[in-house]
């Protein structure tokens, strides 16, 4: 198991296609690391009010809220994944402050690395400020993020 993970913080896992979702699990998985994953940003945000996420591992375009959406209600570090690499989408992950970006198909080393780095760097800064989760809904999410199980 990864020390930085002996907290029981989790690696999110939010894609609309199923096979990502169960191929990326395996990676995961395979490394030891925890892992829950989502078929959808709102399935996410049903699980996140009582559970925590290390890092999340996020498709750019889904239907109903894309992952930049889910990126603005949040303060995670996340890892965007997607298969249109399309000069706006580029510009728009540039911005983001994203701790990652990986072009479909990515290979598995390559989908670990971005993970352990991320949450290295969530550990480092935690470590640094001692500040509140940064991985907590906004106040704005109270009342609007569900009840759901998040169990996929």
Not at 15 to 20: A, T
Not at 103 to 118: E, G, M, N, W, Y
């Amino acid at each position: 198991m990864n020390e930085l993970l002996v907290d029981g913080t989790t690696i999110a896992i939010v894609d609309d296609d199923p096979s990502v979702r169960r191929s990326l699990l395996r990676v995961v998985q395979s490394a030891g690391y925890k892992a829950e994953i989502f078929a959808s940003a709102r399935e996410f945000l049903e699980w996140l009010p009582r559970n925590r996420a290390a890092c999340l591992v996020l498709d750019v375009h889904m239907s109903g809220m894309t992952g930049f959406d889910l990126q603005e209600r949040l303060s995670v570090p996340i890892i965007f994944i997607t298969a249109h690499d399309d000069a706006p989408t580029l510009a728009r992950i540039e911005k983001s402050g994203a701790a990652g970006h990986l072009h479909k198909p990515f290979d598995p080393s390559t989908v670990l690395r971005a993970i352990q780095q991320a949450v290295q760097a969530r550990h480092d800064r935690e470590g640094a400020t001692q500040a509140t989760d940064p991985l907590s809904p906004p106040s704005s999410c109270e009342g609007s993020c569900g009840t759901g199980t998040g169990t996929p």
